[in-house]
């Protein structure tokens, strides 16, 4: 019972990796917040796990509704000792098909949000015995895909922003998961039929691991860096690829 005593936050939780992720903490103690845009799928979750699980309809990319958010779980839970910014979108462009609506969108989600989330929540952070926070990036952060445009961007800047705030913000820990690829509703959302296919086919044979990730894999990373068995582990990133990213073409 890691998080015993323990409240998480976590974005995107109704659904891949917030959803594993959300059910792991509350088996392991926890009480959990958990945001998402759709709330059907939350309301759902909250059926499927209890009264551990707090369901909170909101938008990872609207700011104005961090402070209300923060305010709630003051109110009424008192304490947070884990921030997972997790909530994503998938929607691939590149430099010269990109358009101003597509890029604001995932830039907002994908890191305004979690930057202010970070911001609104230190307070409360600072407060625990093991405060920390664990954003989500992606290997697109370090892999240039050829359609990754600004998805690989927005990943590498809530990177690198976890690493900064290892300085910046003192007195919580900042973690980084960058999965590779996992088989969530994202990969259906994001793609085509026929490339979905393709990649369900295509990654196992490349992966070293043999296969696509799963939801329950990242699940479990995102949980050991917000344990007290990594209280001396601040500013890292863990990729879980599967093997993925150490590929050569040369073989
Ligand atoms: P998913 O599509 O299964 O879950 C994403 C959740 O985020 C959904 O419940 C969705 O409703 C929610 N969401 C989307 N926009 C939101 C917003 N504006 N506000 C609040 N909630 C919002 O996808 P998955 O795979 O679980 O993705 C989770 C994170 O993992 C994302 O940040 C994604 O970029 C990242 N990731 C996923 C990989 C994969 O292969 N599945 C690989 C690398 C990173």
Not at 46 to 55: K, L, N, R
Not at 91 to 109: C, H, K, S, W
Not at 217 to 230: G, K
């Amino acid at each position: 019972m890691r998080f015993k005593q323990r409240v998480a936050l976590i974005t995107g939780a109704a659904s891949g990796i917030g959803l594993a992720t959300v059910k792991q903490l509350i088996a392991e103690g926890a009480t959990v917040v958990g945001t998402d845009i759709n709330q059907d799928e939350l309301s759902q979750v909250a059926v499927d796990t209890g009264s551990q699980f707090i369901p909170y309809y909101s938008d990872a990319g609207d700011i104005t509704q961090i402070e209300p958010l923060m305010a709630m779980i003051e109110t009424k839970l008192g304490q947070l000792d884990v921030l997972v910014n997790n909530a994503g979108i998938a929607r691939f462009a590149n430099p010269e098909t990109v358009e101003t609506g597509n890029y604001d969108l995932q830039m907002n989600i994908l890191v305004k949000g979690p930057v202010f989330m970070v911001k609104h929540a230190t307070k409360l952070l600072r407060a625990s015995s093991n405060g920390s926070v664990v954003n989500i990036a992606s290997v697109a952060a370090r892999m240039s895909l050829s359609h990754s445009c600004p998805y690989g961007l927005a990943k590498a800047a809530i990177w690198k922003f976890t690493e900064d705030c290892v300085v910046t913000v003192p007195g919580v820990r900042h973690n980084a998961v960058l999965p590779g690829f996992i088989h969530t509703p994202i990969i259906e959302k994001s793609y085509t039929a026929a490339a979905t296919a393709r990649i369900l086919d295509t990654v196992p044979k490349i992966v070293p691991a043999g296969r696509m990730g799963t939801a329950q894999d990242i699940a479990h990373a995102i949980c050991f860096l917000a344990s007290d068995e990594a209280t001396f582990i601040n500013g890292a990133h863990l990729v879980v690829d599967g093997g993925l990213s150490r590929v050569s073409p040369l073989g």
